[in-house]
């Protein structure tokens, strides 16, 4: 069975820095794009980021755009999301995902097959 489990979350002040990581147990199921979402207490699950794991195609939210960075290791099937000038209001679950199919926006969270549990952060002001 296919499983991710992200870590790296923790408490931070803001301004600093984070690097998240989410580590998927095979990739026989052939997964094409790793996504990173986020859900603040009393919000819906947001966007954060994605990343193919062929190619250098990556996406981000706007409001993560030039601080946050996705990156991959594919001989560790490890995805990475490193997080620069955080501010309180990144503070949420952060969890990732694996998607089977390229089909559907990246943004989209219908289009992924599969998740972690998700790892806390906290950004202090």
């Known amino acids: 069975q296919v499983q991710l489990v992200e870590s790296g979350g923790g408490l931070v002040q803001a301004g600093g820095s984070l690097r998240l990581s989410c580590a998927v147990s095979?990739?026989?199921?052939?997964?094409?794009?790793m996504g990173w979402f986020r859900q603040a207490p009393g919000k819906e699950r947001e966007f954060v980021a994605a990343?193919?794991?062929?190619?250098?195609?990556?996406s981000y939210a706007d409001s993560v755009k030039g601080r946050f960075t996705a990156s991959r290791d594919n001989a560790k099937n490890t995805v990475y999301l490193q997080m620069n000038s955080l501010k309180p209001e990144d503070t949420a679950v952060y969890y990732c995902a694996a998607a089977i199919s390229l089909v559907g926006p990246s943004y989209d969270r219908t289009n992924y097959d599969y998740w972690g549990q998700g790892t806390q952060v906290t950004v202090s002001s």
């Open positions: 095979e990739r026989t199921f052939s997964s094409l794009r």
């Open positions: 990343i193919r794991w062929s190619g250098s195609s990556t």
